[in-house]
């Protein structure tokens, strides 16, 4: 069975950096498909694609216009697991954050449980 | 690029039937057969109910499904169950910008 494993902080200040994982069991993270993905929700924005990590003979990241200036995801090979840092946060970056498993087409099939992350100023 | 468009609520009785929309441009729903829906219950994860306009994942029950003309994407729910109440987003592929998503649906079972 295909689970994704958050951990990360829930309080971060502003001008702060956020930092969460997804660990990956059941899966690789290096198998080539739609990616491993960041997505956010919250009641101003609602859901938002963040961006993205993928295997392609080597590896690529995809981000959001919104967020592409301060944000970066990694990956892991020897944990089988991906990171997203979130730079110079404002409390606007206050959400809940899920990690996701995407595919070619931009469709989703599974989720890890989200982290609510509260941006304090 | 912005949000795809869904009524913020629907309603219908126990056996009825119910339609949520979705409408984009052709930039995004117009331009691809790409269209995703999910349902989220509180304080849960969304979950994959419809990919590629109108498949259903393994484990997703046939009264749901999807179709799609032109700009806009429809997802039907039929022989309405109290378990149905949640809230229902559509998602579209877009070219560059990857993924967009609706605004959100909520689906109240009267």
């Known amino acids: 069975q295909v689970q994704l494993q958050q951990s990360g902080p829930g309080l971060v200040k502003a001008s702060q950096t956020l930092s969460l994982t997804c660990a990956i069991s059941?899966?690789?993270?290096?198998?080539?498909?739609?990616?491993w993905n960041w997505i956010r929700q919250s009641p101003s924005r609602g859901l938002e694609w963040l961006g993205r990590?993928?295997?392609?003979?080597?590896?690529?990241?995809d981000y959001a216009v919104s967020v592409k200036s301060r944000m970066t995801i990694n990956t892991d090979t020897s944990k089988n697991q991906f990171s997203l840092q979130l730079d110079s946060l404002t409390p606007e970056d206050t959400a809940v954050y899920y990690c996701?498993?995407?595919?070619?087409?931009?469709?989703?099939?599974?989720w890890g449980r989200g982290t609510l992350v509260t941006v304090s100023s | 690029q912005s949000a795809l468009t869904q009524p913020p609520s629907a309603s219908g009785s126990p056996g009825q039937s119910v339609t949520i929309s979705c409408t984009g441009t052709s930039s995004d729903v117009g331009a691809y057969n790409y269209v995703s829906w999910y349902q989220q219950h509180p304080g849960k994860a969304p979950k994959l109910l419809i990919y590629?306009?109108?498949q259903r994942p393994s484990g997703v029950p046939d009264r749901f499904s999807g179709s799609k003309s032109g700009n806009t994407a429809s997802l039907i729910i039929s022989g309405l169950q109290a378990e149905d109440e949640a809230h229902y987003y559509c998602s579209s592929h877009a070219g560059s910008n990857y993924c967009l998503f609706g605004g959100g649906t909520k689906l109240t079972v009267l």
């Open positions: 990590t993928y295997y392609n003979s080597k590896w690529y990241s």
């Open positions: 590629d306009v109108s």
């Open positions: 996701a498993r995407g595919w070619l087409r931009g469709y989703f099939d599974l």
């Open positions: 059941g899966d690789s993270v290096s198998i080539q498909r739609g990616g």
